[in-house]
């Protein structure tokens, strides 16, 4: 961690801030900003009413992400990998090809993580008492639940095949010696729980925090279970990891870690509340019941730094581990699941699960949909909602360009895959907890392209019939502009959506090919957020309807939906923001964080789009 913020600053990457900075809402709120802001680097809080200093928004940037798995770019990752997967291509069959592949497995095998006898430098101290009260542990934002641990990386054991798992689940402080442990049922360390619970056996957990940052990262990465995710961190950094035992337990952890959190889970005691949570979708998670983790030993090297993150409305920093997710796994996407995928982007208005775009070689009708659905049921890409397809040489990060070949080439029912699945725990909008609806597109050509050149003279009709409209509150139409066959409205509330689609169809069905109705709170000419708010509030099954299938009409409902009328899982959650005290507090002291100049809010720009003084809403 040292060796990596020296780094930092050598690139100009990290500011450090000497004044005592609170880490209950002002640290976030610190963060924020400057993580939206035009000057984005890493912060170092030296005072932070602890001993120990706290770094955020460490891989905040592409540079960042870059420079802590080592790489100079993100080309460099797919370069690397490419070639890896290259040589490990077992289907040459050419003795020159094997010899190449046993020397390749005998490279990587040395990326393998090494175990070491005796203790670690992340054992230098231990705590004589156990006290989470003495780590500057984070609440991010108002309506959280309490402090959260946000960069844990959470080591567990298969008692049955004694296998380990790495993974990040975050930690809700209850008291100084217990959290909460928030893993969803779908991962690999709540499958090692319910093997504890039919053993009826105490289960050991080992959590660090800090070191190499690519530890946190393969913490985050979407590997086949029981694959060890060291072995990637080795890879990613061209060196084993170095392994010691835990102090009360038998797991191991990278010997170079800032802090080694030791204790256990009981199956038999019961689960309690936890949450709200600022989460990563932008909007809060709401309480619910999860394992208590039972702290017995701390431990920490001299000069430890405590990392940390904060989530919410994107991008934030995770969407940097994200974005380094995609590039690292295109190449064994493209191996092991579809070799047709030429390209593949998660934006991050979609907030990793909620829209994925692919490019693809294409050669035959339907290939979209056997790709959609191959990726539908591989891994994590299971919780994804909407997957849209384009041909193979399309430039997937230009959204206006995509915008024009969706309102070309989707043309029919046959273009649209309207599904049902497994959904992300944190996805809201579904009806049932884990299941809901999936969208795919598919976009790529088929000689039926219907072109439309008169959507820009359309503009002034379609602007006077919404005038008209007293339904409508806002609307906007300049995709029309760009050859986008696409208009956007919000609408008041408790008026009859499917009514407003047949009525404007009914007049434009002709011409206009998409109507979405967004969240009527907000900004309709902001773009990136109607995308990623109406992504959040949508269910495919549910929110997707076909006015007309000749010619093709179709409405989008990215509105709220209320629990008593939608019949939607549970309460529907509010975005995350900071609140009016903590954002006057931040522009009054600003000057004394000595960080450059004065940078607004983002939570200005949202709080207006609030519903309430809670993390939820009917």
Not at 274 to 282: A, L, Q, V
Not at 544 to 572: A, E, Q, R, Y
Request: charged share 25%; hydrophobic share 40%.
């Amino acid at each position: 961690m040292r060796s990596f913020i020296d780094l930092l600053k050598s690139k100009g990457e990290l500011l450090d801030i000497g004044c005592f900075v609170d880490p209950v809402l002002e640290i976030s709120e610190l963060a924020d900003r400057v993580l939206k802001s035009g000057d984005n680097k890493a912060l170092l809080f030296l005072n932070t009413g602890t001993e120990f200093p706290l770094l955020i928004n460490s891989m905040g940037s592409e540079k960042r992400i870059c420079l802590a798995l080592g790489m100079d770019s993100f080309d460099d990752f797919s370069v690397r990998i490419d070639s890896l997967m290259s040589k490990l291509d077992v289907k040459d069959k050419h003795l020159r090809s094997k010899l190449d592949i046993l020397f390749e497995l005998y490279r990587i095998s040395s990326f393998l993580p090494k175990r070491l006898s005796g203790k670690g430098v992340c054992q230098a101290n231990v705590m004589d008492e156990v006290n989470l009260n003495r780590l500057p542990i984070l609440k991010c934002w108002p309506y959280d639940g309490g402090r959260f641990v946000t960069l844990p990386v959470v080591h567990t054991i298969d008692p049955e095949s004694g296998i380990e798992n790495v993974g990040m689940y975050r930690m809700q402080v209850f008291d100084e010696k217990t959290t909460g442990m928030h893993w969803h049922i779908h991962k690999g360390s709540a499958r090692h729980f319910d093997k504890y619970k039919k053993l009826n056996k105490r289960m050991p957990i080992t959590v660090t925090l800090g070191g190499d940052p690519v530890y946190t990262y393969a913490a985050t990465a979407p590997l086949p279970d029981n694959i060890n995710e060291y072995i990637l961190a080795g890879f990613l950094k061209k060196r084993a990891v170095s392994m010691v035992k835990s102090l009360t337990n038998d797991i191991y952890v990278p010997s170079d870690v800032d802090f080694v959190i030791e204790g256990y889970i009981d199956p038999n005691e019961d689960f309690k509340l936890e949450g709200p949570f600022g989460d990563h979708t932008g909007f809060y998670s709401l309480e619910d019941y999860y394992p208590v983790f039972h702290i017995e030993s701390i431990s920490y090297k001299d000069k430890a730094v405590y990392p940390a993150t904060i989530v919410g409305i994107p991008p934030q920093e995770d969407a940097w581990i994200g974005k380094a997710t995609e590039r690292i796994f295109l190449s064994p996407i493209k191996l092991t699941i579809s070799p047709e995928i030429n390209d593949l982007v998660m934006p991050f208005e979609g907030v990793f699960h909620n829209l994925v775009l692919i490019s693809i070689d294409k050669s035959y009708e339907y290939h979209s949909q056997k790709i959609m659905h191959s990726l539908w049921g591989a891994g994590q890409m299971m919780f994804t909602k909407v997957i849209g397809s384009f041909d193979k040489d399309v430039n997937l990060n230009d959204y206006m360009e995509l915008g024009r070949l969706v309102s070309r080439n989707i043309n029919s029912e046959d273009d649209i895959i309207i599904s049902s699945g497994p959904t992300d725990v944190l996805d809201h909008a579904s009806n049932n907890k884990y299941n809901g609806g999936k969208l795919g597109f598919d976009a790529t050509s088929k000689g039926n392209t219907i072109e439309n050149n008169e959507l820009f003279d359309l503009m002034p009709a379609i602007k006077a019939y919404i005038a008209d409209d007293l339904r409508v509150k806002l609307s906007n139409i300049s995709l029309l502009g760009e050859g986008i066959s696409l208009v956007i409205i919000s609408v008041k509330e408790d008026v009859d959506l499917n009514e407003i689609g047949r009525d404007f169809f009914n007049k434009f069905g002709g011409d206009i090919k998409f109507l979405l109705i967004a969240e009527s709170i907000i900004d309709v000419n902001n773009l990136s957020n109607v995308v990623w708010r109406t992504l959040g509030n949508l269910d495919p099954a549910r929110d997707i309807h076909f006015v007309n299938k000749m010619p093709l009409n179709i409405m989008l409902d990215g509105t709220k939906k209320k629990t008593s009328k939608n019949n939607v899982n549970g309460n529907w959650p509010n975005i995350v923001v900071s609140n009016q005290e903590t954002i006057d507090k931040v522009d009054r002291r600003w000057s004394e964080y000595n960080i450059g100049e004065f940078v607004k809010s983002p939570s200005d720009y949202y709080k207006n789009e609030v519903y309430g003084e809670k993390a939820y809403t009917d």
